[in-house]
């Protein structure tokens, strides 16, 4: 490079003689098109070496990280490089690696994620199915290698892609330390029975797919403290769900084909918070009154006529949504909640002066004893077995007795033809007079079943 600057200078000086003396044969004009290109092409070879010279620094091997780091030291490191998007060398057996990693680079290898804990594959842009080694954006699928070697994975986030599926089903039960799983906003139809195999797995988010069903074997997440399943269209939940005994949120709204719950829901005596509104349910399990845990509920936009006669179990209930829907009254036993929110609008509810309405919902019965039929169909509710035996053991007239039966609202043992009912009219939660239905199984027998009173109440 020294040796065509000095060009440059030397021509450029042998051209300012020209110039200043005036030497017969050399017209300026040219002399200044010369020092023009000499220079241009001088300017050229110095960027074009330039440009070499950076380019060989670039192929120089980097040398690995020190595997003398901490962990806290190797935290830090992978945060500064989570800006960057850094692209990984092929040590990956290095500690650095077992941290966390937030955004994958564009030249990571998928045998890589063997050590990482947390992988964010999210808010890319491309439509074309990729594979986990080639460019992150908008993934349809991932390859087999990305499942096999995620052992080490406690958070994956795979949100806001267009995911058909989850890959492989046998391969994803290989990320067994998996802590948190973020699927939300893709176009997942089911999930794969081997996802049952997480069974560390605290946090499961399926929002806003296409899910028809839940499989069985989610009933054997066992950790699972927070399920959401909002915005799909399931028709159906396992009954396996109820085996979730550490759950504390299920959000299940906005399912327009979700009519029923299964009826041991009272299993999830740790639910704290649950939203079944915009579903097309038109009752309730009366085992909910069981979920004592119960802090905040929203049912709102469903088809429910009654609510659980038992509602008033739920002691640390502090926040209620049945807005839209179909009911008439309230169970009595909602007078024993203090209630912070609660929300009832657009609801058919009874008037006091609708008398005849009212008089209607009134009942006594006349015999002081509820027939044999009546305490053998209690019976089977009461010890559960009807679950337990062949419905084909019970008698014709018993099963079409078993398709309904309701909750003392009193003692909550079951009844079917033979009870009592009254309805009267009162003020609770302060600014809210309300309906208040209540139903008898042993009104003459005083000392098991006593009313309500809750006109002494208020």
Aim: with cysteine.
């Amino acid at each position: 490079m020294d040796s065509w600057i000095r060009s440059l200078l030397e021509i450029s000086r042998w051209i300012g003689e020209r110039l200043d003396y005036h030497v017969d044969g050399c017209n300026p004009v040219v002399a200044i098109l010369m020092l023009t290109l000499v220079s241009m092409i001088c300017v050229y070879r110095y960027l074009q070496a330039d440009t070499a010279d950076d380019s060989h620094s670039r192929r120089r091997p980097q040398k690995a990280p020190r595997a003398s780091h901490s962990k806290k030291e190797s935290r830090q490191l992978a945060k500064k490089k989570h800006k960057k998007a850094p692209s990984f060398s092929s040590n990956h057996g290095h500690s650095a690696y077992t941290t966390v990693v937030y955004h994958v680079g564009p030249r990571i290898r998928p045998e890589l994620l063997c050590n990482l804990c947390k992988v964010v594959i999210a808010k890319s842009g491309s439509t074309e199915p990729v594979v986990f080694a080639a460019k992150l954006h908008k993934y349809e699928a991932l390859s087999t290698t990305a499942w096999i070697c995620g052992s080490q994975l406690t958070s994956l986030n795979l949100s806001n892609n267009r995911l058909n599926s989850l890959p492989l089903e046998d391969c994803i039960g290989n990320c067994d330390k998996l802590l948190e799983l973020d699927c939300k906003n893709n176009q997942l139809r089911r999930l794969p029975a081997s996802i049952g195999l997480l069974r560390r797995l605290q946090v499961l988010n399926l929002t806003n797919n296409f899910m028809t069903e839940l499989p069985s074997d989610i009933g054997q997440l066992l950790c699972l403290e927070e399920l959401c399943v909002h915005s799909n269209r399931l028709k159906s939940l396992p009954d396996t769900l109820c085996n979730l005994i550490n759950l504390r949120d299920l959000y299940l709204g906005e399912n327009h084909r979700l009519k029923k719950l299964p009826h041991n829901f009272g299993f999830l005596i740790r639910l704290a918070e649950l939203d079944i509104s915009s579903c097309s349910l038109d009752h309730l399990p009366e085992s909910l009154s069981n979920c004592t845990s119960l802090s905040k509920v929203w049912m709102s936009h469903n088809k429910l006529k009654y609510l659980p006669s038992q509602l008033g179990r739920l002691h640390q209930l502090k926040e209620l949504h049945v807005c839209n829907n179909k009911l008439r009254y309230f169970p009595a036993s909602i007078s024993y909640l203090q209630l912070y929110t609660f929300r009832a609008t657009n609801n058919p509810l009874l008037n006091e002066w609708d008398k005849d309405k009212c008089e209607d919902l009134r009942s006594h019965p006349r015999q002081s004893l509820p027939p044999l039929q009546e305490l053998a169909a209690r019976t089977l509710v009461k010890e559960q077995l009807v679950y337990r035996y062949p419905r084909s053991l019970i008698p014709r007239q018993l099963r079409e007795k078993l398709k309904s039966y309701r909750r003392c609202s009193c003692c909550g043992e079951p009844f079917f033809d033979y009870y009592k009912s009254d309805l009267c009219f009162a003020t609770v939660f302060v600014f809210h007079r309300l309906p208040l239905y209540q139903q008898i199984c042993s009104p003459h027998i005083n000392d098991r079943c006593s009313e309500v009173n809750i006109q002494q109440r208020y």
